[in-house]
């Protein structure tokens, strides 16, 4: 702490003396009068428009005899120095130690100077030795990191800390994971499908090519994958095969469990694609499922992608209070992390079951 003050110290005097260095040069005085430089130049332009044909030669010469006749007169008076007005140096004193004070000011009132420094690896040490329930996704992504660097031909762990990057936000860092997963358990169908939606994330919701070829090779491994064929019955309904992907959509909701909770999910979907609303039972299990989300996470609120799943299903059910009163908790909750809060915003956004 004593050398960060130190460094600091000397900072400022550096400043304090470059701005008394500048402010004494620019007092020099300069030499000659500029007027008469001016004039010449102008006379000088005359004769360049005149020789192009811009200038006719009737206002040339009235041009030329008004700038001549000026450059006579300032000739005349003779030259002038020019000089800069002195430099106040307690004014330039002052202000080169107000910007230091007034730094500390506001680290005084608003930082902790008395704050023990926190090194990454003593955080995540405490991290690990907590229980996973009270971590945060990107603490555990942390944890999960210094995992995967002490068991790298574990692709289990990579699945685990792909699974925390996309809880945090990551997408881009999960897909990472995932394909280092796939080079050490290349037939695991579980794992494509995971970096196929880690992939639909990163594009925003759309089913790219990548994510595309992710769900065909998890398809290859276990031709039953409901997440895979889900993904590829969206990219052909976004295509413009409308039919097909709703036929697909169909079969896999008539093989679905009861007990399935995507079978409701998949009803909805369908049924928003054939341009049809939800029937009344539809629409009651949906709400349920929703405010078990949301007493879900009155238990455990520290769930940033579970928060934007419940603004996004009030936005969908077109329960805008419900919607603004958890849009509120959340960004009330993650404050401090805009990527959230950017997430947040868009799932509010989202359009209004009809």
Do not use: C, N
Not at 36 to 42: E, M, S
Not at 215 to 221: D, I, T
Not at 236 to 255: K, M, N, P, S
Not at 290 to 315: F, I, M, N, T
Request: charged share 25%; glycine share 6%; no cysteine.
């Amino acid at each position: 702490m004593i050398g960060f003050w130190f460094a600091a110290g000397l900072l400022a005097a550096a400043a304090a003396v470059l701005i008394l260095h500048r402010a004494k040069a620019a007092a020099v005085a300069t030499p000659q009068d500029p007027t008469l430089a001016v004039y010449r130049r102008q006379l000088a332009e005359i004769d360049d428009l005149a020789a192009r044909g811009v200038l006719a030669e009737p206002e040339r010469k009235s041009a030329y005899a008004e700038a001549g006749r000026r450059l006579l007169a300032a000739a005349d008076k003779g030259a002038r120095t020019w000089t800069a007005g002195p430099p106040r140096q307690g004014v330039l004193l002052a202000a080169a130690a107000l910007g230091p004070l007034l730094a500390l000011g506001i680290y005084l009132a608003v930082g902790a100077p008395g704050f023990p420094d926190q090194p990454i690896a003593a955080r995540i040490a405490a991290w690990r030795a907590a229980g996973p329930e009270t971590l945060q996704p990107d603490e555990m992504a942390a944890v999960l990191r210094g995992m995967v660097a002490e068991r790298p031909k574990d692709p289990q762990a990579l699945q685990y800390l792909a699974m925390a990057e996309a809880a945090s936000g990551d997408p881009a860092s999960a897909a990472r994971a995932l394909r280092r997963a796939i080079e050490l358990a290349p037939d695991r169908a579980v794992l494509w499908e995971s970096l196929g939606e880690a992939l639909v994330m990163q594009a925003g919701g759309e089913v790219s090519t990548p994510a595309e070829s992710a769900f065909k090779e998890a398809l290859r491994r276990d031709p039953k994958s409901v997440t895979a064929r889900l993904f590829l019955a969206k990219r052909q309904v976004d295509a413009g095969d409308r039919a097909l992907g709703l036929a697909q959509w169909r079969a896999i909701h008539a093989e679905l469990p009861a007990t399935d909770p995507r079978r409701e999910a998949l009803a909805r979907i369908i049924a928003e694609a054939e341009g049809a609303p939800a029937d009344s039972d539809q629409q009651a299990m949906i709400r349920g499922m929703v405010e078990s989300l949301a007493a879900r996470l009155e238990q455990a609120p520290d769930d940033p992608q579970g928060w934007v799943r419940l603004v996004r299903s009030y936005a969908v059910l077109g329960d805008a209070v419900a919607r603004d009163r958890a849009l509120a908790s959340a960004k009330a909750r993650f404050r401090d992390r805009p990527e959230i809060l950017k997430a947040l915003d868009e799932a509010a956004a989202a359009e209004a079951m009809r």
